[in-house]
């Protein structure tokens, strides 16, 4: 871990221009909203095909892997820009989970084989934790259970007990599971995946069922705690690019459609009422992006205030999601409240966003602590 007074730059470099653009073409090509909602409509909930372009044939899966364990050793800050378009295109990948989540517990527990496997698009992995659990919330206790409200308990091996709610599991080839002070590597067929109705179609939630699953042991006691919860942080650290790639969509998709839909005989948006709104939207963007863009350089320099950044980035970028696709729903007037409209799809992201790794509120109170605010 770093310490530095340093403030990270914020701006985007030519890598990521090229990056960003590379990633928004191969999207509008392979999955544009139509796609993505014929998909949905077909009981899809995941586009296998579209991940193994993005992992497999892109290289993407592997940005934040090191180059000594087969990945790009580009960093987080490079998984931020390709977080950024896939919340633009709702895209139905688990680049968050694998890519980010389960990459990070692998990377801090020192297990390189997982890693390589990862890096390469061979396979994809989810850390087998409720997706609306906030990193606050794990606590370590190496003689009982390592994982508050986990539910799975380990006998030597073997694993018992159900996970609820987790995200990523479905079409995850290993699952990590934390369970009694330490962590396994659980090949995926050998648990039973339960899927859940879930708000948000393009990520779907499942219950995750161990009954006797044997795991291999990638890390104990401290580092496992220190594994998992460091997932966590950078799993609310880098949502924030995709909640500032889902608002950017809105609010662009929105001035669009306002400067071309007419009533009495002048554009819709140039009345004043509606102006002041999308300005008010535009610089909650800007700011998010600062936000996001700075919880993504602290992950990528393991900076000591990487809690405080993932907090705050989840405080301020997930309501603002959910503002930026309301505003989208309710200014496309009756057409935005139609299935066939793709305003909804980016409703149900941002709002299902909105409570992953704990709610706002939550952080709010964890900036609080953190940075050690008197409590009223």
Same mark, same amino acid.
Do not use: C, H, N, Q
């Given at each position: 871990m770093t310490t530095s007074n340093a403030i990270p730059d914020l701006l985007y470099d030519e890598v990521d221009d090229d990056l960003r653009a &590379?990633? *928004? %073409?191969?999207?509008?090509? *392979?999955? #544009?909203? %139509?796609?993505v909602l014929a998909r949905i409509d077909a009981g899809e909930s995941y586009d296998a095909s579209l991940w193994r372009v993005i992992a497999a044939d892109m !290289?993407?899966? !592997? =940005?934040?892997? #090191? $180059? &000594?364990a087969g990945g790009a050793g580009a960093g987080f800050r490079r998984a931020a820009v390709v977080l950024e378009e896939l919340g633009r295109a709702v895209a139905p990948v688990p680049y968050l989970g694998s890519a980010v989540v389960a990459t990070q517990a692998l990377l801090r527990a020192g297990e390189t084989d997982l890693l390589a496997e990862l890096a390469s698009g061979e396979r994809s992995a989810a850390l087998a934790v409720p997706f609306a659990l906030a990193p606050q919330a794990f606590t370590a206790d190496p003689a009982g259970s390592a994982f508050a409200g986990n539910g799975v308990a380990a006998e030597g091996d073997s694993l018992s007990g159900t996970v609820k709610g987790v995200a990523d599991a479905l079409i995850a080839d290993v =699952? =990590?599971? #934390?369970? &009694?002070g330490r962590l396994f590597a659980v090949e995926a067929a050998d648990a039973t995946r339960t899927p859940l109705v879930s708000l948000d179609a393009t990520r779907q939630l499942a219950d995750v069922t161990f009954a006797g699953a044997v795991g291999r042991e990638i890390a104990s006691g401290e580092r496992a705690a220190a594994a998992v919860r460091g997932a966590l942080v950078a799993g609310a650290a880098l949502l924030a690019s995709e909640q500032l790639g889902i608002a950017e969509w809105c609010l662009s998709t929105t001035v669009d459609y306002l400067r071309t839909r007419y009533q009495f005989g002048r554009p819709v948006g140039s009345f004043q009422a509606l102006k002041h709104r999308l300005a008010d939207l535009w610089m909650g963007v800007? $700011?998010? *992006?600062?936000?996001?863009r700075y919880a993504a350089a602290v992950i990528a320099d393991d900076g000591d205030d990487a809690e405080v950044a993932a907090a705050l980035a989840q405080a301020y970028c997930g309501p603002l999601a959910v503002t930026a696709a309301e505003e989208c729903v309710q200014l496309h007037g009756g057409i935005g409240f139609t299935w066939e409209h793709p305003a909804h799809l980016y409703l149900k992201r941002a709002k299902s966003a909105s409570v992953a790794f704990g709610v706002a509120a939550r952080h709010r109170a964890a900036i609080g602590s953190l940075v050690n605010l008197p409590s009223s």
């Open positions: &590379s990633v *928004r %073409d191969m999207l509008a090509t *392979r999955a #544009p909203w %139509d796609k !290289g993407l899966a !592997g =940005l934040a892997i #090191p $180059e &000594s =699952l =990590l599971v #934390p369970a &009694s800007t $700011e998010a *992006r600062a936000v996001a």
